[in-house]
């Protein structure tokens, strides 16, 4: 791993101002009293074990809700029954939308959920959007942007908000859910959580958990890229993905 | 950084006023964000627990000031162990000094920014055009703002003061487009330019909505997808934020993310949310190998030091005070002279830049309230508005500055006041003065007296009635047979 | 006065009085603003209750005296007796007197124009409506946006003329519109403004303080 960069030379006289514009004169040793600052890694485990069990005996109630949730958010929802219904519809969606370059993402739901036959049975053959041994940074950013739709899963799914996190990695871009005009989204049940607090609690887990080595970027994306910037009018699809498409198993 | 004219409050105001376009936009974008916030709050939360979860952010912003120091602290550690870099930087000066020497270490010729309104404050933009490189804002608003040269008219929505038309024709201008009164087409047009320099920036600016101190994640808060661009896109991404933007822990975000967007917009949440802490991953597929976040004070010192004015660093910038002041719904956001606008910039304007040239903008507010009522952090800025009025009237040296005429009445009204003899004496003396101009019981003009002039212009002012309360008051009780101080005599 | 008195309460007018001194602390003022309020203080203090028939002084006097005197820990205490016990008009008469009917009578429709200190630092948004509801034979019609400022806000009006004329024409459209032949509002701020306006531009709308609609018995007009 690189280096901890340096501390910035103005970095103590900055703070002795603030501190002094506090009215103190001595740093704070002690934490603040913060409830959620101040929880460990072993209650932190307690807290999300409860999230988690509190999720799976609400599941079927909570499904529905990011469907309804995802409605109102502009979201096309779709709701499959199993893995091969779920591969239809990827592959029905992207012939009805006319798509020619389909890019997706390198995760596991795609092992489940087989979706490159069905796409090709409907005449797309998909590609999969990573850096393999022989793409530079450069074409891989040109292929995101020549793609007229992306593929991708979610990490979690948050159903007060119909918000997807998705965090890239290894066989996940960035750009794969940003580049493309067109998106879809496949979710399976047991990410979905029911709230906000439920996702950021999980979250803190999952960096604890990994000691220094978290990911240092993730996503919502909870709906099509929107403005009202020129005479509030609503229009979608700026630099984003005007056209999202979310496919939940279950 | 960016040039003060609050100075020009009152002309820019009257100019704003006069503008039928404009009164126009500001009616039509104002009702919808008032009404889009009511719909959503009632429908998802009611009265009761939207104020509790107000208290909740307000205190949780409040004890995060009060102990900053602290979590500056924090979230430089954090971010250096992602391995990112934090700078400090104590003006607009130094935090443009930051930028240009990474964007010159790096060679950078294009940056995209995404909206922030700290790079407002530093004016960043005309320094990178100064050294030969070309910042690009994404945010479709701002990228229009810029073309056309001038500054937000309104936090969220910096454009909003522009028709289609206007817009048609800068992009005719500036992208060689083709003209249409079609949005749709302009956003495409916008979308395409866009998407060039996306492709070709090497680095990224963004702003920050929150930065946690415990991950050192700074949280993006965005519809429109620049957001994720400028953080995802170039090969260097750095975040510029207000030093007051902390909020301790990542879990808080659960709440921040509820209260910003319906405050704001009116939405549930906005399309996007970026949570960033530092460069990519070595396994990441893509995304910027470098992340600096600097951190800026440009004034805002002072209003830590002051204990009354601290709380006006919990602004959230969600724009809700600006939507519901009956001020900014008729003048909008320009006549407030520097980067923020409405009650928020009427209340940190002054003291982050100059207390004499903002002296007019404390002043430009009816105190009717509602923008505390509405404020996701419970900012009670009509207090800090007066606290403010106090220094312009009685503070010290270097931040009073009241006109003789003021001084002139007030030194009179409180002579009247501390006595009642006097005050009816002086109300004989503004009856015999206000006679000649009294028509019917009404004044319909007062030449002489520059301070109630303007009203006149619009209004009657009511002409001192004949005979005082007070004097009415024994008149009557004489006839009843009481007593002056309401014992009945028996 | 008359309508308390009618009400069986036993009201009393100390002559000395003058001025809450919001005014002045408005201005930014404080200490003649201080001192005016002493002299308030001296006035009331002995009373058993203060009863002001304006939503901003009452507010002045509840609310910001408490900021006015936060240095100055006597005069704070005798503030805050003062404070407590004082009341708005309507609200005295709803909800320490007890009553919506003060026996008053009058005709036509009535909108109410909510004071803002009235109704964002004091909180009272009913007791008018109640006591309206009480008059015989009127009836009260909401206007669009009853509770947004009519843009006086005292120094304001003076200072920027302009905006707070502004302000006040959508106030004056959205009563027109509710085609009352009266506006009641319990802030004479905001009455002065509203009457200033109506009367200039010769609108049919007479501006009533509560306590005048409460003084009609049915006779007068
Ligand atoms: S002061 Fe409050 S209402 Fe105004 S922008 Fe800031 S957070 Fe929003």
Not at chain 2, 289 to 300: A, I, P, Q, S, T
Not at chain 3, 24 to 37: C, K, T
């Amino acid at each position: 791993m690189a280096p901890t960069p340096e501390e910035h030379p103005n970095k103590a006289a900055f703070l002795l101002r603030v501190r002094s514009a506090l009215g103190r004169t001595e740093p704070i040793v002690h934490m603040p009293d913060h409830p959620s600052l101040k929880s460990n890694a072993m209650r932190q485990q307690e807290k999300v074990r409860t999230i988690v069990a509190r999720n799976e005996a609400r599941r079927s109630p909570t499904l529905d809700r990011l469907a309804r949730t995802a409605a109102a958010a502009s979201w096309n929802v779709r709701r499959a029954g199993d893995a091969e219904e779920a591969a239809s519809i990827v592959a029905e969606i992207a012939q009805q939308s006319g798509v020619k370059n389909l890019v997706r993402s390198a995760e596991d739901v795609f092992k489940r959920v087989n979706i490159d036959t069905a796409l090709r049975s409907v005449g797309v053959s998909p590609a999969i959007l990573a850096s393999g041994r022989s793409r530079s940074r450069g074409a891989l950013r040109d292929m995101a942007f020549r793609a007229d739709m992306g593929v991708t899963g979610v990490s979690y799914a948050i159903a007060e908000t119909a918000s997807c996190a998705v965090i890239p990695r290894k066989g996940v871009a960035r750009l794969a859910s940003l580049a493309p005009p067109r998106l879809i989204l496949l979710i399976e049940p047991e990410q979905v959580l029911e709230t906000l607090d439920d996702f950021f609690a999980v979250t803190r887990l999952n960096r604890m958990q990994a000691r220094g080595r978290a990911t240092n970027y993730f996503n919502f994306i909870s709906g099509p890229s929107r403005t009202a910037d020129i005479e509030q009018t609503l229009t979608i699809g700026v630099h984003g993905p005007g056209e999202v498409h979310m496919v939940i198993l279950g | 950084m960016a040039e003060v004219k609050s100075a020009e409050f009152k002309k820019a105001s009257g100019r704003a006023l006069r503008d039928e376009k404009l009164q126009h936009a500001l009616e039509h974008v104002m009702e919808h964000f008032v009404g889009a916030r009511a719909n959503i709050i009632e429908s998802d939360f009611g009265d009761e627990s939207w104020e509790s979860m107000r208290t909740r952010a307000a205190a949780i912003k409040q004890s995060t000031l009060e102990h900053l120091d602290y979590y500056l602290d924090m979230v430089d550690k954090s971010v250096r162990r992602n391995g990112g870099h934090v700078y400090f930087a104590d003006d607009a000066a130094q935090a443009n000094a930051i930028v240009l020497d990474i964007a010159k270490r790096n060679g950078v010729k294009t940056v995209i920014k995404s909206k922030s309104m700290v790079s407002e404050e530093m004016g960043v933009n005309h320094i990178l055009e100064r050294e030969g490189i070309e910042p690009v804002e994404t945010d479709l608003g701002e990228y229009i703002i810029q073309l056309a040269g001038e500054t937000p008219f309104h936090i969220i929505a910096p454009a909003m003061h522009k028709t289609r038309q206007e817009v048609s024709s800068l992009f005719q201008e500036w992208l060689k487009t083709a003209p249409t009164q079609d949005i749709k087409r302009l956003c495409v047009y916008a979308r395409d330019a866009l998407r060039e320099k996306f492709a070709a920036a090497d680095m990224g600016i963004s702003g920050a909505n929150f930065v946690v101190a415990e991950t050192g994640t700074v949280c993006l808060v965005t519809n429109e997808g620049n957001g994720r661009m400028t953080t995802s896109a170039p090969r260097i991404h750095v975040v510029l934020a207000g030093m007051e933007k902390i909020v301790p822990a990542i879990e808080d975000l659960a709440l921040f993310l509820r209260l910003l967007p319906r405050s704001a917009t009116g939405q549930r949440i906005t399309s996007y949310n970026t949570f960033v802490g530092g460069p990519r991953a070595p396994s990441d597929e893509d995304g910027p190998e470098e992340f600096h976040l600097v951190f800026v004070d440009n004034g805002r010192l002072n209003l830590l030091r002051d204990e009354v004015m601290r709380e006006a660093l919990r602004c959230i910038r969600c724009g809700a005070c600006l939507n519901h002041c009956p001020v900014y719904q008729k003048i909008g956001g320009h006549a407030y002279g520097w980067v923020y606008s409405g009650p928020i910039g009427a209340v940190v304007t002054p003291p982050m830049t100059n207390m004499k040239v903002a002296r007019d903008l404390p002043y430009a507010s009816t105190l009717c309230g509602t923008c505390k009522d509405v404020c996701p952090v419970k900012i009670d800025i009509p207090r800090l508005l007066l606290h403010l009025r106090h220094k312009v009237a009685e503070g010290a040296l270097g931040e009073r500055s009241t006109t003789w005429m003021e001084r002139l009445f007030v030194g009179q009204w409180h002579g009247a006041m501390r006595n009642r003899r006097a005050l009816e004496g002086k109300a004989n003396l503004g009856r015999l003065l206000t006679r000649p101009f009294a028509r019917g019981g009404k004044v319909r003009k007062l030449p002489f007296a520059p301070m109630v002039s303007g009203w006149t212009a619009s209004r009657d002012f009511p002409a001192p009635a004949p005979k005082s309360f007070a004097r009415l008051w024994r008149e009557e009780l004489a006839q009843d047979n009481v007593h002056p101080n309401g014992m009945e005599q028996r | 006065m008359k309508v308390l008195r009618r009400l069986g309460v036993d009201v009393g007018f100390p002559e000395d009085q003058t001025c809450c001194g919001q005014i002045a602390f408005n201005g930014g003022f404080r200490s003649h603003a201080a001192d005016v309020a002493k002299h308030f203080l001296d006035v009331f203090e002995n009373e058993e209750q203060v009863v002001v028939p304006s939503g901003s002084c009452a507010s002045m006097i509840k609310v910001y005296y408490r900021e006015l005197f936060e240095d100055d820990p006597e005069t704070l205490e005798r503030a805050q007796a003062v404070g407590e016990k004082t009341r708005e008009l309507s609200d005295y008469i709803v909800n320490v007197v007890g009553t919506s009917d003060v026996g008053a009578a009058s005709e036509g429709l009535v909108t109410y124009h909510d004071a803002c200190h009235l109704l964002r630092e004091l909180r009272i948004k009913e007791a008018p409506r109640d006591l309206i509801g009480g008059v015989r034979g009127i009836e009260l019609q909401e206007m669009e946006d009853s509770n947004a400022c009519c843009g006086f806000g005292g120094l304001f009006s003076v200072k920027f003329p302009e905006i707070s004329t502004a302000i006040l024409d959508e106030k004056l459209k959205n009563i027109a519109e509710s085609g009352a032949g009266a506006v009641v509002a319990n802030d004479c701020g905001c009455l002065m403004h509203i009457r200033g306006a109506m009367e200039r531009r010769g609108m049919n709308v007479r501006a009533m303080h509560i306590a005048e609609l409460l003084a009609e018995d049915g006779t007068d007009g």
